[in-house]
Structure formats: structure tokens, C-alpha cells
């Protein structure tokens, strides 16, 4: 067990930022966090992580990690906190941006001698919870052997795919994957359910079967009792396919699952439907084919707790 002595600095307490910054402060590390909104941070105080008033506070740092919503959010928060002049030696950014911006912000955090590692994440706020959150991780490699513990004790582990950008690349391609999966999902639920089967009958023998996966598992609570308590915003989803599709068109991949998914769930923002989880596609499936769904009321497992 390596010894953690770094001083950390968390930015972001949203529903990620919030459950990893939590991880860290009970594991025991030195953390500083700061938040946009300060109340939705203070609980983390309980936890043994020292709330700041002031980003610039985090700019010493021996390793400063980034968990905020856009590119445009990111660059904000990383310019505020490096304004005094003063520097962090490592900046760790975990929030889903673009290539061509990860790499923006890589020269002008190397041209202030900043190391630099670009760690998306797979999971939601339970997942973290659950100790099952994965980081895709690329950069150099002695930055990435200082940063894995830390990395490690916010969930499984990380997988370490190479210099540049390449997590990015990584990330942006497994969340295509989720808003296509999650589309299908819903697509087949409805149409076992206007069959003729309870959704959560139908459910059970899918996550039983091998196409049974950890995400069928836990988005099974979704779509049987209609529980679309926010785990990712249809809007968050909609950035990360349009980022899959213009890495489509740089490498010249056709992505049709993609842009049939980003219509779809276009659709549904265009709707007002944004406030609830992404999940919510069921409901726009239900009525595209007819019916209205109400919530089963049975007791389903997440595979998770
Ligand atoms: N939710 C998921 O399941 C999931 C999974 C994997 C990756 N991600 C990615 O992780 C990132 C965070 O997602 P989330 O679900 O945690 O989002 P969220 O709950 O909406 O939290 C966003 C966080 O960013 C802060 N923020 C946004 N704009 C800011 C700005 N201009 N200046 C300062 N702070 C700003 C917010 O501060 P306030 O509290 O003040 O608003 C909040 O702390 C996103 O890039 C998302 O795509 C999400």
C-alpha cells in the first residue's frame, strides 16, 4: 500500500465530483475542495475534506483534480485557479471533454510546466458509491504511476491507454455506446411490455442473460418503477454524442447507432424533457408506440447494493 501524502485539490462537487472528492477525504488523503455553489460541498467536511472559499486556494496543490460539466467550464475554473501565478505540480481532469480541447488545455498547462493527465470516468454517482467507477487514463506515464493511487481508491481502478489525448477518444466512444444501449434497452422494454409481459419480468431474464451487463442492472429500477431520479442529464449525453459524431467525421467512421440515438434524444430535449435522468427515453419510446407506462411498484435489485 503506497503511502498517500499528497496534498490534494478537488474543483467540482456536482453529483460526480462530490461522490469521488468523498472517496478520497474518508480514504484518509489531504483534500481541499472547492465548489461554485460552497453549500453543496460543506457536507464533505464530515468527511475529513477542508472546504475553500476561494479556487485560488487550490492552486498549490500537489495534484489538482478537475470534475466540472463542459470544456468551456473546465478552462474557466483551471484559469481562475492558476491566475495568482502560482501553480499546482499535476492537474488531473476527470470531466467528459472533447480531444481537440483536452489538448488545448495540455499545451497551456505544459507551457506553465503543469503536468497534465487527461481521466474520464465510467459510472454515476451510485457507482462511485459502490466502489465500481473506472478512469480511462492518458499522459505520461511517471504522472499517471503518482496519480493511480489516488485514482484507485475512488473506485476499481484505471486503465492507462497512452500519451495525448487517447482517454478522451476512450470515454467519448463508451458513451456512444451507453446513449445507443440505453435507447435499444428502452426500444425492446416497450415492446416486451405492449407484448404482453411486465417490464420488470422481461428485465429479469435480460440482466439474467448474457446480454445482462452492470448498466442493465442498475437502469433496471428506471424502467420498472419509473424512478428517473437524475443520474446523467439528457443534455450531458447529448454533448457526449455530438462529441462521438465529430470524432466520427475527424477519422472519417460512420456512426449511424449515433445519429439516430442523437435525434432521438434530441426529440426528447426539444420536448422540455431535460430534467430527469437520461433514462426518460423510455417514456418517449411508450408514447411513440402508444402507451402509457405507470410504475410496476416491484422491489428490483441494482446490482449495485
Ligand atoms: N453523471 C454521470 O453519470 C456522469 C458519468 C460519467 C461522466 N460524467 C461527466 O462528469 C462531469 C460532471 O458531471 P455531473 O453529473 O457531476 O454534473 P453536475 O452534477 O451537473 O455537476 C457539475 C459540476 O460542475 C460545476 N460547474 C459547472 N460549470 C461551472 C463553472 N462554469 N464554474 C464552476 N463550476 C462549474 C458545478 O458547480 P455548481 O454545483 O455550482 O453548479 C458542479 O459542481 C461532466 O463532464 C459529465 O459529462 C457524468
Not at 105 to 120: C, D, I
Not at 201 to 212: E, I, Q
Request: charged share 25%.
Amino acid at each position: 500500500m503506497p503511502t498517500l501524502t499528497e496534498k490534494l485539490g478537488w474543483i467540482g462537487a456536482g453529483r460526480m465530483g462530490y461522490a469521488m472528492a468523498e472517496r478520497l477525504a474518508k480514504g484518509g488523503c489531504d483534500i481541499s475542495v472547492w465548489n461554485r455553489t460552497r453549500d453543496k460541498a460543506l457536507p464533505l467536511e464530515k468527511s475529513g475534506a477542508k472546504v475553500v472559499n476561494r479556487l485560488e486556494e487550490l492552486s498549490t496543490k500537489d495534484i489538482l483534480f478537475v470534475m466540472v460539466s463542459t470544456l468551456d467550464d473546465v478552462k474557466e475554473v483551471i484559469g481562475k485557479a492558476l491566475a495568482s501565478g502560482s501553480k499546482p505540480k499535476m492537474i488531473v481532469e476527470c470531466s467528459s471533454i472533447s480531444l481537440e480541447g483536452s489538448a488545448e488545455l495540455r499545451k497551456m498547462l505544459s507551457e506553465k510546466n503543469v503536468q497534465y493527465l487527461a481521466a474520464p470516468v465510467s459510472g454515476n454517482a451510485k457507482v462511485i458509491k459502490a466502489g465500481k467507477l473506472t478512469f480511462v487514463v492518458s499522459g505520461p506515464k511517471p504522472a499517471y504511476e503518482k496519480a493511480k493511487p489516488y485514482l484507485d481508491m475512488m473506485g476499481v481502478g484505471s486503465s492507462y491507454v497512452g500519451e495525448g489525448e487517447l482517454a478522451r477518444i476512450a470515454k467519448i466512444c463508451h458513451n456512444v455506446m451507453l446513449g445507443v444501449v440505453i435507447q435499444n434497452l428502452c426500444e425492446v422494454t416497450v415492446l416486451a411490455q405492449k407484448a404482453g409481459m411486465p417490464r420488470h419480468a422481461f428485465l429479469d431474464f435480460l440482466n439474467k442473460s448474457v446480454m445482462g451487463s452492470m448498466f442493465t442492472r442498475y437502469k433496471t429500477p428506471a424502467l420498472v418503477n419509473l424512478d428517473f431520479h437524475v443520474t446523467f442529464t439528457p443534455k450531458l449525453l447529448r454533448k457526449d454524442l455530438d462529441l462521438g459524431l465529430d470524432a466520427g467525421r475527424e477519422f472519417e467512421v460512420p456512426m449511424p447507432l449515433t445519429s439516430l440515438t442523437r435525434d432521438l434524444l434530441q426529440q426528447m430535449i426539444g420536448r422540455g424533457m431535460t430534467e430527469q435522468d437520461f433514462s426518460t427515453l423510455l417514456l418517449m419510446q411508450a408514447k411513440a408506440s402508444g402507451i402509457e407506462l405507470e410504475p410496476e411498484n416491484v422491489p428490483v435489485g441494482d446490482g449495485l447494493s
